[in-house]
Every structure is written in C-alpha cells, then in structure tokens.
C-alpha cells in the first residue's frame, strides 16, 4: 500500500532563513508526487509536482523540490522564507491517471520567528 | 478561467442527519475527487468520479455516496451522519487524459456534527 511520511509535525525558522521539509514515500509504481500548501480554514494551493524528467523541479513561491529515487524522498525546499510561508504543508503521492486519488502525509506545520 | 468552488461554506448537523455538499469543477476539467481532512490530519481520499461513474473508492462506507453531473460538477452525500464525520470535505478537480492529472483543489466545507 502506498504511504507519505512527513517526519516533522512542526518546524521552526526564522525569517530570511533556508527551509527543508522531508517528505518520503512508498509506492510500487512509478510515483507521481506534489506538495501543497494549506493556510489556516483554506483549501490546498498546489506548490509544484514531479512526473518525470528533471529531478529538480521548480515551484510557485520560489519553492523547488527533488526527487531522489533511491532513498524515496521529494523533499521541499526555499533558499530564504517570508513571514507569509507560514502555512501548514503536505506531500502527496498518486498515480498518472489513477482512480486511488491521491495519498497525503500529516503534514508539517511551519512557524516562521521574525 | 474559473476555479474549483464548493458549497456551503460551513454547515452543522446533527447526528443521525443526512448531508450534501457541493462542488463545481474548474473549467476544461472533467474529473472530480472528494477527500476528508480531519483536524490536525492530512485528507483522506473518499472517492473519485469520471464520466458521471465513480470508478475509484477510498476506505469510506457506503453512507458516503456521489454524484457527477453532464457539466462535471459533483455532489458528495453523506447520510446516517456520524460525530467523526466532522471534518473539512475538500473537491478537487482535475483532466484525466491529459498528461498530467493534477489536482486543483476548492477552498472546502467545514461540517461540524453535533
């Protein structure tokens, strides 16, 4: 069965600071993995995704990502956060076409210090 | 070009009641998917509708039930209602056939079981 695990329920960095969220997978077909913000009563913004090629990939918000297949992760990353991250975000994974729709970690909860 | 929109907003039901929320699919779409996202959770996929049959089911029971309509709109029903029901109900549309089979997610309908 396929799984998300988001090691880190809370992180914590302050403003202007690098960011990394882990994110790691399982899933016994090729996955199809994204990352989506939630701000506080909202539904889920769509941050970037990872089909196929690139293992980097670019996001909105000057998010980027990278596939590592051999240790199943997608991890998310920013070089320099702003206050207005601070935001609750999940990895999911899912499958080109599946009708299983997709599986999302816990989700880490991100608190930036001014 | 216009996003995923649901409705109502929030709502509040007594146990026992039967409930529907619904959700209009953002345009060109023709995939429609409801997931459950209890507080503190990631969501959880309920079920998956194309071409007006539901052809993918989460571990939901049968009291949740849906509905595509010709214009890819949808309806999630869910009777007998249950204090665990309470959660945020998310819609997510997305083109299946089209390469990709991103979902784009609505804001969602908090409902709230007493």
């Known amino acids: 069965a396929q799984s998300v695990t988001q090691p880190d329920i809370h992180i914590t960095v302050s403003e202007g600071a690098s960011l990394e969220l882990r994110c790691n997978y399982s899933?016994?077909?090729?996955?199809?993995l994204f990352w989506y913000v939630q701000s506080p009563g909202q539904g889920l913004q769509l941050l970037l995704k990872?089909?196929?090629?690139?293992?980097l990939v670019q996001g909105i918000k000057g998010f980027e990502a990278e596939f590592k297949r051999s240790q199943s992760s997608f991890n998310l990353r920013k070089p320099s956060v702003h206050w207005s991250d601070a935001a609750e975000y999940f990895c999911a994974v899912g499958a080109l076409g599946g009708a299983d729709g997709l599986t999302f970690g816990k989700g880490t909860h991100l608190i930036i210090q001014p | 070009e216009t996003g995923v929109t649901q409705s109502p907003t929030h709502l509040i039901k007594t146990r026992g009641q039967q409930v529907t929320l619904r959700c209009s699919s953002q345009?060109?779409?023709?995939?429609v998917s409801w997931y459950q996202q209890a507080l503190g959770q990631g969501p959880q996929f309920i079920f998956q509708?194309?071409?007006?049959?539901?052809?993918g089911r989460g571990n939901f029971p049968p009291r949740f039930s849906g509905l595509q309509f010709p214009n890819y709109s949808s309806e999630l029903n869910v009777n007998a209602l249950e204090l665990d029901d309470s959660a945020l109900y998310l819609c997510?549309?997305?083109?299946?056939?089209?390469?990709?089979?991103?979902?784009?997610f609505g804001p969602g309908t908090r409902l709230t079981v007493l």
């Open positions: 345009s060109g779409h023709n995939t």
């Open positions: 899933y016994g077909a090729t996955p199809y």
């Open positions: 990872y089909f196929s090629g690139d293992t």
């Open positions: 509708y194309y071409r007006e049959e539901e052809n």
């Open positions: 997510a549309s997305s083109l299946v056939g089209g390469g990709t089979d991103t979902q784009y």
